[in-house]
Every structure is written in structure tokens, then in C-alpha cells.
Antibody, heavy 116, light 107 residues
Framework: QVHLQESGPGLVKPSETLSLTCTVS????????WSWIRQSPEKGLEWIGY???????TYNPSLKSRVTISVDTAKNHFSLNLTSVTAADTAVYYC??????????WGQGIHVTVSS | EIVMTQSPATLSGSPGERATLSCRAS??????LAWYQQKPGQAPRLLIYAASTRATGVPARFSGSGSGTEFTLTISSLQSEDFAVYYCQQSTNWPRTFGQGTKLEIK
């Protein structure tokens, strides 16, 4: 059974960089696509971007200028960096695995607040 | 990007009743649609992919149908654990986009 776990700070100051890691257990990261998705009351569920184990990425155009997703196959985890955050980036951030063009395994989510 | 619109926003039902949730895409997405269930404090759970295929472990009372721009999730006989928020998601184009959700509440 694949398990995903997000980790990182729950509070980030405005204009700083939000950095999260998703650790995958129960399976290898080196065979699938992996995404970050966030959820807020204002925007609902919003797909941020994905990374393939080769390092190939695709991002949501609405966030592309501020997002970097990377993968570390040795550590079986992938990471999200979101720069120049504002209050609008406050959300629950999920990592998820791609399956048949959907998302079948999700992390429990991590709530990130942007505030000084 | 493709806009997904769900209706109704809230649906009230009683255990044992049938529930029908709708999702409309702003353009043709063929059968590239997934449905998720989300309970408070939990991540979304995949129910249906490719419009009509149940994910592993999903009870047979959940069924999906539709193609093109109109899709339906049907719960044939509501159980207490089914009261939750349901989302649709298109998987034809990037960025992947979700509907705003339908809250299924107990009548």
C-alpha cells in the first residue's frame, strides 16, 4: 500500500518561499507521476504541478512563474517550492500519485498559512 | 483551461435513497473524468476514473456515467458514510481542473 506524507513549515511569511516535501513509502517513486494539489475555501481544489521520476515537470500556468517541483529518487521523495507567497497561497497542500489520469493516493495534507 | 461546473451545490438525501450528482465540462473531455469523495479533515478519495470505472475498493452502489461535456455520479442507495463532499476532475488537458464540489448532506 502506497503512503504519502507531506512535511514542512505550517507558517510562512509573505514574500518568502514555501517549501514542502512529500515522502513516498510502500512503493518506489521511480515509476509514476507525482503531483502537488492545494485546497482553499476561495479557490477549491487547485492542481499545482507534477514531476516524473526522471525530473520532467509540468506546472499550472497560473503558478508557473513561482513554482518548482523536484524529485529525489534516492530519498523516495519529491518537493515543492513556491516563491513570493502571499495570503492567497494559504491552503491545505496535498501530494498525490497519478493513476489512469486521476489521483489515487493522496497524502493527509498539510495546512500552510501565509502570515507575518 | 477547462472549467468544471457541478450541480447542485448542496444535495439533501436520506439513507436508502438514490442520489444523482452532475458535472459539466466547458469543452469536450471525452470520458476523461474522475470523481472524488472528501470527508472533513481528510484528503479526497478517488471513486471513479475514466468516467465510469470504479477505483479499487469502491462499493458497487457508486456508478459514473457520461461523456463529452455531461457527467453523472449516482449513488444507488445512500449509506450514512456517503454524506460528504464530491468533486469531479477532468483529465484531458493540463492544467487538471476540479469542480467546486457538491455537498451531500443528510435530510
Amino acid at each position: 500500500q502506497v503512503h504519502l506524507q507531506e512535511s514542512g513549515p505550517g507558517l510562512v511569511k509573505p514574500s518568502e518561499t514555501l517549501s514542502l516535501t512529500c515522502t513516498v513509502s510502500g512503493g518506489s517513486i521511480s515509476r509514476d507521476y507525482w503531483s502537488w494539489i492545494r485546497q482553499s475555501p476561495e479557490k477549491g481544489l487547485e492542481w499545482i504541478g507534477y514531476v516524473y521520476y526522471t525530473g520532467s515537470t509540468t506546472y499550472n500556468p497560473s503558478l508557473k512563474s513561482r513554482v518548482t517541483i523536484s524529485v529525489d529518487t534516492a530519498k523516495n521523495h519529491f518537493s515543492l517550492n513556491l516563491t513570493s507567497v502571499t495570503a492567497a497561497d494559504t491552503a491545505v497542500y496535498y501530494c498525490a500519485r497519478h493513476f489512469m489520469a486521476a489521483f489515487d493516493y493522496w497524502g493527509q495534507g498539510i495546512h500552510v498559512t501565509v502570515s507575518s | 483551461e477547462i472549467v468544471m461546473t457541478q450541480s447542485p451545490a448542496t444535495l439533501s438525501g436520506s439513507p436508502g435513497e438514490r442520489a444523482t450528482l452532475s458535472c459539466r465540462a466547458s469543452q469536450n473531455i471525452r470520458n476523461s473524468l474522475a470523481w472524488y469523495q472528501q470527508k472533513p479533515g481528510q484528503a479526497p478519495r478517488l471513486l471513479i476514473y475514466a468516467a465510469s470505472t470504479r477505483a479499487t475498493g469502491v462499493p458497487a452502489r457508486f456508478s459514473g456515467s457520461g461523456s463529452g461535456t455531461e457527467f453523472t455520479l449516482t449513488i444507488s442507495s445512500l449509506q450514512s458514510e456517503d454524506f460528504a463532499v464530491y468533486y469531479c476532475q477532468q483529465s484531458t488537458n493540463w492544467p487538471r481542473t476540479f469542480g467546486q464540489g457538491t455537498k451531500l448532506e443528510i435530510k
